[in-house]
């Protein structure tokens, strides 16, 4: 049995908002100037261990939006520990920014987060997942499988990021599609990691966005249970609140109730949806009255005689 998710806040994003699994599940809609955000992330509810996801939604000086998604590495001590510390680190970090070092804080926070991870000799890791959104551009920062995408309204993806997996790449490379990607037995393998010496961080182009552009992030609770073109038609268009319960309810339903031919995989699950505000419509200059032969209308532009 699937759980319905009750909104829990509906607020002004005027500072930065952590999610660190404290509760089994955390739903909020955000709003700013700047946009949009919806924000769902649910625990496993299978396993005995807290939920290993975490995210946050950072303004930054009230021109640009940092989104973040860490998903602890499971199998490995302090999964939860260690996605805490990304989400935190960052957070720290890039609030302080301005718009001319944000790239740097950014940068500087998955640094700092893997030195942390390192200096702690246990072996915890997570991936990271983070979206740079100021004057309309959306730049993508990851490492590993956590997901950032760009969803047009008549459903062109426009960005995807490429998991940092074997399967990812093989993907990437042709070698694999969708179907056999979810069912592959190194699914859950993930070859770049933040807490690792060989950690690499791949930075997107940036893009610019289109007024009714959706971009999400997302763990691999969502990408690996559904098809792409099911999470397409949930998120392109109608409102961002009913695009995040829509994709959050299918997968917990996919997990919780596994069908044939379907993928299914039990896990964590975190996602980010953005939409930035629609730009105003101009006003247009009242048009001559016309007469039916497509002339303008003398008589009703005629000055009164005076008699």
Same mark, same amino acid.
Request: glycine share 8%; aromatic share 2%; proline share 4%.
């Given at each position: 049995?699937?759980?319905?998710?009750?909104?829990?806040?509906?607020?002004?994003?005027?500072?930065?908002?952590?999610?660190?699994?404290?509760?089994?599940?955390?739903?909020?809609?955000?709003?700013?100037?700047?946009?949009?955000?919806?924000?769902?992330?649910?625990?496993?509810?299978?396993?005995?261990?807290?939920?290993?996801?975490?995210?946050?939604?950072?303004?930054?000086?009230?021109?640009?939006?940092?989104?973040?998604?860490?998903?602890?590495?499971?199998?490995?001590?302090?999964?939860?520990?260690?996605?805490? &510390?990304?989400?935190?680190?960052?957070?720290?970090?890039?609030?302080?920014?301005?718009?001319?070092?944000?790239?740097?804080?950014?940068?500087?926070?998955?640094?700092?987060?893997?030195?942390?991870?390192?200096?702690?000799?246990?072996?915890?890791? &997570?991936?990271?997942?983070?979206?740079?959104?100021?004057?309309?551009?959306?730049?993508?920062?990851?490492?590993?499988?956590?997901?950032?995408?760009?969803?047009?309204?008549?459903?062109?993806?426009?960005?995807?990021?490429?998991?940092?997996?074997?399967?990812?790449?093989?993907?990437?490379?042709?070698?694999?599609?969708?179907?056999?990607?979810?069912?592959?037995?190194?699914?859950?393998?993930?070859?770049?990691?933040?807490?690792?010496?060989? @950690?690499?961080?791949?930075?997107?182009?940036?893009?610019?966005?289109?007024?009714?552009?959706?971009? @999400?992030?997302?763990?691999?609770?969502?990408?690996?249970?559904?098809?792409?073109?099911?999470?397409?038609?949930?998120?392109?268009?109608?409102?961002?609140?009913?695009?995040?319960?829509?994709?959050?309810?299918?997968?917990?339903?996919?997990?919780?109730?596994?069908?044939?031919?379907?993928?299914?995989?039990?896990?964590?699950?975190?996602?980010?949806?953005?939409?930035?505000?629609?730009?105003?419509?101009?006003?247009?200059?009242?048009?001559?009255?016309?007469?039916?032969?497509? @002339?303008?209308?003398?008589?009703?532009?005629?000055?009164?005689?005076?008699?």
């Amino acid at each position: 049995m699937t759980k319905s998710l009750k909104l829990q806040t509906t607020s002004y994003i005027s500072s930065a908002r952590l999610y660190v699994g404290e509760t089994e599940s955390e739903r909020d809609s955000l709003h700013s100037e700047l946009g949009e955000v919806e924000v769902s992330t649910v625990a496993n509810y299978n396993k005995k261990r807290p939920n290993e996801d975490s995210a946050a939604v950072i303004p930054v000086n009230g021109h640009a939006l940092v989104l973040v998604v860490a998903d602890g590495v499971g199998g490995l001590p302090g999964g939860r520990a260690a996605s805490n &510390t990304a989400v935190e680190t960052v957070c720290e970090i890039v609030s302080k920014a301005t718009d001319k070092n944000l790239r740097s804080a950014i940068l500087d926070g998955i640094e700092n987060t893997n030195q942390k991870l390192l200096a702690q000799g246990n072996g915890s890791a &997570t991936t990271i997942a983070i979206a740079e959104i100021r004057r309309g551009i959306v730049r993508s920062y990851h490492v590993g499988d956590s997901a950032i995408w760009v969803c047009g309204q008549r459903g062109l993806i426009k960005m995807q990021t490429t998991a940092h997996s074997p399967v990812g790449f093989a993907v990437e490379a042709g070698l694999l599609n969708e179907t056999e990607a979810l069912n592959h037995q190194d699914l859950h393998l993930v070859s770049n990691v933040v807490g690792s010496n060989d @950690m690499r961080i791949e930075i997107g182009a940036a893009l610019q966005l289109a007024s009714r552009d959706t971009v @999400m992030l997302a763990s691999d609770g969502l990408l690996d249970n559904l098809m792409q073109h099911e999470i397409v038609r949930l998120i392109r268009k109608g409102p961002l609140n009913k695009s995040i319960d829509g994709i959050t309810e299918l997968s917990l339903k996919r997990m919780h109730d596994p069908t044939a031919g379907r993928p299914s995989k039990q896990d964590d699950y975190t996602a980010i949806l953005y939409r930035q505000p629609p730009k105003p419509r101009k006003l247009q200059k009242p048009r001559k009255p016309v007469s039916q032969a497509g @002339m303008v209308d003398l008589a009703s532009q005629r000055k009164p005689s005076g008699k």
